[in-house]
């Protein structure tokens, strides 16, 4: 990496001790080099053969800049330092060890050291490490003086996970994200709104090897099928595909028995998935990176209908009444007489989470309710009353 210094300094103050720094300027304010993701895939951890010392000699630390680093582990100890090189001597060096939420886990320097910080995740995912100037947080003179190659090591409680099935290796668009496209131009997964569920297929360009897509709204429980069989169609390399759900466990990989180009999975849990396309035997490796081979499309197969709840008699969806339909956030919900006892109203978005929730007295008929505060889109209204469960769907516009 070449680095590129930045101009200016993030206006905004450190918190708690005065070795705490949370202010910084390369590679921008609000986030670190990427390096030791792109070389090593994260933090390092313990395979059962200890803990590898993953150094960068390709430059040293600067002051007023932050390291990325994904993959940390909850509870695991790690040492972070710039020991070698110039090693500390060109100027004194401090470290902030910031956690995904913000909190800042660790500050300043180990006791008797010149370049090296130690401490324990108190949270798992991307952390900052954040290379200050003591006594100068943001604002040091030696943005361009280099002092030590920086490395990271893990000491304890950092073991590795257990590898997944498939290919959980990819390169773009980053080794951790995936391109959006099917966010930007669907909304996310599919689902079932009653008429089937639609074949949600990008046509602007077709798959590559060593790339994900990322996929918001996977229902748990819905069955899904990713395919490129159109366009070049999985004819240019052999292909296949690794389903990883938010947690990172992996739902399915392969190709379906008898298919060069589609996978059909059940998720076993709902968020954003992620979608990795691989060659063959080539992880990651492929020499495939820029070699179109099919249109990339998904669909739902069963048990994905919009709302994430199942609609057991659509006929009584034109039981409830509400209005105005579409509404830009206030609207009366009208019950029919024969419900007659207490109702539980909760509208959902469309990834099934629950975005109001209230109770109708006994023999309630009519309730006026609010979605102000929600995005617009499409929300389901549901009603319980008596052991029966009415639905209808309710648009929100913007106002």
């Known amino acids: 990496m070449t680095k590129v210094l930045a101009v200016g300094v993030l206006l905004s103050a450190s918190t708690g001790a005065r070795s705490q720094c949370t202010t910084w300027v390369n590679p921008s304010p609000t986030t670190g080099w990427v390096d030791f993701n792109n070389n090593f895939g994260g933090a390092p951890c313990d395979d059962g053969s200890g803990c590898p010392f993953n150094e960068i000699t390709d430059f040293e630390i600067f002051a007023d800049e932050a390291y990325r680093m994904d993959n940390v582990i909850q509870g695991g100890t790690y040492t972070f330092s710039a020991c070698n090189g110039t090693g500390g001597t060109a100027w004194n060096i401090e470290y902030t060890i910031i956690a995904?939420?913000?909190?800042?886990?660790?500050?300043?320097?180990?006791?008797?050291?010149?370049?090296?910080?130690?401490?324990?995740?108190?949270?798992?995912?991307?952390?900052?490490?954040?290379?200050?100037?003591?006594?100068?947080?943001?604002?040091?003179?030696?943005?361009?003086?280099a002092n030590g190659f920086p490395a990271i090591t893990c000491v304890s409680g950092a073991t590795c996970p257990e590898p997944q099935p498939g290919c959980t290796t990819w390169v773009n668009p980053s080794p951790t994200t995936g391109w959006s496209d099917f966010n930007s131009n669907f909304g996310g997964a599919p689902c079932?709104?009653?008429?089937?569920?639609?074949?949600?297929?990008?046509?602007?360009?077709?798959?590559?090897?060593?790339?994900?897509?990322?996929?918001?709204?996977?229902?748990?429980?819905?069955?899904?099928?990713?395919?490129?069989?159109?366009?070049?169609?999985?004819?240019?390399?052999?292909?296949?595909?690794?389903?990883?759900?938010?947690?990172?466990?992996?739902?399915?990989?392969?190709?379906?028995?008898?298919?060069?180009?589609?996978?059909?999975?059940?998720?076993?849990?709902?968020?954003?998935?992620?979608?990795?396309?691989?060659?063959?035997?080539?992880?990651?490796?492929?020499?495939?990176?820029?070699?179109?081979?099919?249109?990339?499309?998904?669909?739902?197969?069963?048990?994905?209908?919009?709302?994430?709840?199942?609609?057991?008699?659509?006929?009584?969806?034109?039981?409830?009444?509400?209005?105005?339909?579409?509404?830009?956030?206030?609207?009366?919900?009208?019950?029919?007489?024969?419900?007659?006892?207490?109702?539980?109203?909760?509208?959902?978005?469309?990834?099934?989470?629950?975005?109001?929730?209230?109770?109708?007295?006994?023999?309630?008929?009519?309730?006026?309710?609010?979605?102000?505060?929600?995005?617009?889109?499409?929300?389901?209204?549901r009603v319980s009353s008596n052991g029966q469960v009415l639905r209808s769907k309710l648009v929100l516009m913007g106002r």
């Open 192 to 381: 079932d709104d009653g008429s089937g569920c639609p074949f949600n297929e990008i046509t602007d360009f077709e798959v590559f090897a060593d790339e994900a897509y990322a996929m918001d709204n996977v229902i748990q429980g819905g069955t899904y099928t990713f395919s490129a069989c159109n366009g070049t169609g999985g004819t240019a390399w052999n292909m296949e595909f690794t389903i990883i759900a938010p947690s990172g466990t992996v739902d399915a990989f392969g190709v379906n028995a008898g298919s060069t180009c589609e996978l059909t999975w059940t998720a076993s849990e709902a968020g954003t998935y992620l979608i990795v396309v691989s060659e063959v035997g080539a992880c990651g490796t492929s020499t495939n990176a820029a070699v179109a081979n099919g249109f990339p499309a998904i669909t739902c197969v069963s048990g994905a209908l919009c709302g994430a709840d199942a609609i057991a008699d659509r006929g009584n969806m034109a039981s409830l009444n509400m209005f105005p339909n579409p509404t830009s956030g206030i609207f009366t919900l009208s019950l029919p007489k024969e419900l007659g006892s207490k109702a539980i109203v909760d509208v959902l978005d469309m990834s099934g989470r629950v975005v109001l929730n209230t109770n109708m007295g006994i023999n309630s008929t009519a309730a006026t309710l609010d979605l102000s505060a929600q995005a617009e889109g499409t929300y389901m209204v």
């Open 100 to 145: 995904p939420s913000g909190a800042v886990d660790a500050s300043g320097l180990n006791a008797g050291s010149i370049c090296e910080l130690t401490w324990t995740a108190s949270e798992a995912g991307t952390y900052l490490i954040v290379v200050s100037e003591a006594g100068a947080c943001g604002t040091s003179t030696n943005a361009a003086v």
